[in-house]
């Protein structure tokens, strides 16, 4: 079973900060991904970016990066240079890299809100 | 870049009526998509994984009487919510995954907000 935990349920940051969100999951899985989504008001779910569980590097893109400690099962997602268009719910997930498990199970999100 | 496409965007309809909601992977072939759903202020919950050509499989205490899913092509796949009630309403959302699409992502529908009266 998969379990992915975000502690907090709201967050603030100024217009031009960074901003860190927190993640941790567990898993039985050896192998396994690592995603963070975003979700505006509208509903729709935007990929943000991806960390697999062999992979040696963080990944980044653009102003995202993803803090990943394997040691400690946490993925953290970090966004720079927040912008008030970054207002949003930020759902952390993660799917096994098993072909036959691929869904993916998310965490409660957590509702970051740029300030100006 | 993949494109998911999900119909209707929106339904608003009486008790007793049956829904049904249409995901389309629009520029690739999916063998498998997601039929998720989130109640407000809630995360997403994985409801069923529908396989082409098979049936779906359900995630427990999901009824799979009243969510009837179908995956007749590799490129669609319907979720049918039979008799709807007011415990219904939700925000519905498929994602598909690309055939030997490795390790990326998978793309989502815009979903579809159901409110039954």
Not at chain 2, 65 to 80: G, M, Q, V
């Amino acid at each position: 079973a998969q379990k992915i935990t975000q502690t907090q349920p709201g967050m603030f940051v100024q217009e031009k900060e960074a901003v860190t969100l927190d993640c941790t999951y567990d898993t039985s899985d050896p192998s396994y991904g690592l995603f963070w989504y975003k979700q505006p008001s509208s509903g729709e779910m935007i990929f943000l970016i991806y960390q697999g569980s062999y992979d040696q590097q963080n990944a980044t893109e653009g102003r995202y990066s993803l803090n990943f400690q394997k040691a400690r099962k946490s993925a953290n997602l970090v966004i720079s240079a927040s912008q008030l268009g970054d207002s949003a719910m930020y759902f952390c997930a993660m799917s096994s890299l098993d072909t036959g498990r691929r869904a993916l199970t998310f965490g409660s999100g957590t509702r970051l809100q740029v300030q100006p | 870049g993949a494109v998911v496409s999900q119909h209707p965007s929106r339904v608003i309809c009486k008790s007793g009526t049956s829904v049904k909601i249409e995901c389309r992977s629009l520029d690739f072939q999916a063998t498998t998509m997601f039929w998720y759903r989130q109640f407000p202020k809630q995360s997403l919950m994985l409801m069923a994984t529908s396989n082409e050509g098979s049936k779906a499989t359900y995630e427990q205490g999901v009824e799979k009487d009243k969510f009837l899913i179908n995956h007749a092509s590799l490129t669609l796949s319907t979720l049918t919510v039979t008799s709807a009630h007011p415990e219904d309403s939700s925000f519905y959302i498929c994602s598909a995954e690309k055939q030997d699409s490795g390790n990326q992502p998978q793309h989502f529908g815009d979903g579809t907000r159901l409110s039954i009266l």
